[in-house]
């Protein structure tokens, strides 16, 4: 899977470079947060700006992370737009994560 | 007398990797036909089919033999049949996925299930959803209204 990643104090943010999240990279996806997560991160923003598609497999494998996360971190997605954001809403996980425009707008916000 | 465009019809192979190439190609017909919101809706419906068919077909002993998907105007809609050798849903589950809320457990994120949500994702992107037996073959038929 390919993506980058920068840490803003506190705050881990993961860019995704696949414009593509569905079943075949999925399981990448989950190992992914899973594994940042397992490493203490609790203060996750996942930029999704370049995906153009997402299915119900990596929508899954977010909501691994965000159950793996548990009530004291966060999982924030940012740049989720057009099919990303409609089947965040379809699906109503829009009322479970926090949603942000951008990565910029995530930092601004989650760093205080 | 408008002229029909002719329809699209692509076989794939019981490989996740194969499903994005041929949403990809659905995609960018419907998308000539009924628009980008539309042709988003017709993708997303067509590969959670796809990739239930490929994950199912594998659960039931056949991981060899392609699936075929066919696209074809009809009226004022366009249909998109998911061709299979095996059930590309089970019947009881699509009934089920219809009457699914999608609201239901929201308040408790650790209770959220991580998998099960494709049935209903193309129950609610598509107008019209059914399954059918046609010559030995499994039919998931789904239609998008063309709208105005």
């Known amino acids: 899977m390919q993506f980058s990643e920068k840490s803003e104090g506190s705050l881990l943010l993961l860019e995704i470079g696949e414009t593509r999240l569905e079943a075949s990279n999925a399981p990448e996806l989950r190992e992914l947060l899973i594994g940042r997560i397992e490493t203490g991160r609790d203060q996750i923003i996942l930029d999704l700006q370049h995906v153009t598609f997402m299915d119900s497999s990596a929508l899954g494998a977010l909501i691994g992370g965000i159950k793996k996360m548990g009530p004291l971190g966060t999982l924030a997605l940012a740049g989720a737009t057009g099919p990303v954001l409609q089947l965040l809403k379809l699906t109503r996980m829009d009322k479970v994560f926090a949603l942000y425009p951008s990565a910029t707008a995530a930092l601004t916000e989650m760093g205080g | ?148």
Do not use: F
């Not at chain 2, 041929?22 to 998308?31: D, G, M, S, T």
């Not at chain 2, 696209?71 to 299979?84: C, G, M, R, S, Y």
């Open chain 2, 1 to 148: 007398m408008a002229e029909t465009s002719p329809g699209l019809s692509r076989t794939v192979e019981r490989d996740l990797k194969a499903v994005a190439p041929v949403a990809l190609a659905v995609h960018a017909y419907a998308e000539k036909i009924m628009g980008a919101d539309c042709a988003a809706a017709v993708e997303l419906a067509l590969v959670e089919a796809l990739t239930n068919a490929i994950k199912h077909g594998s659960i039931n002993g056949r991981e060899t033999g392609q699936i075929t998907v066919t696209v074809q105007p009809k009226d004022d809609a366009l249909v998109i049949e998911v061709i299979d050798t095996v059930p590309v849903v089970p019947e009881g589950l699509l009934d089920k996925a219809g009457a699914q809320r999608p609201d239901a457990g929201l308040d408790d994120v650790m209770s959220l299930a991580e998998s099960g949500r494709g049935l209903s994702i193309i129950v609610l992107s598509m107008d019209e959803v059914s399954l059918r037996t046609a010559n030995d073959r499994y039919v998931l038929s789904m239609v998008k209204y063309i709208s105005d």
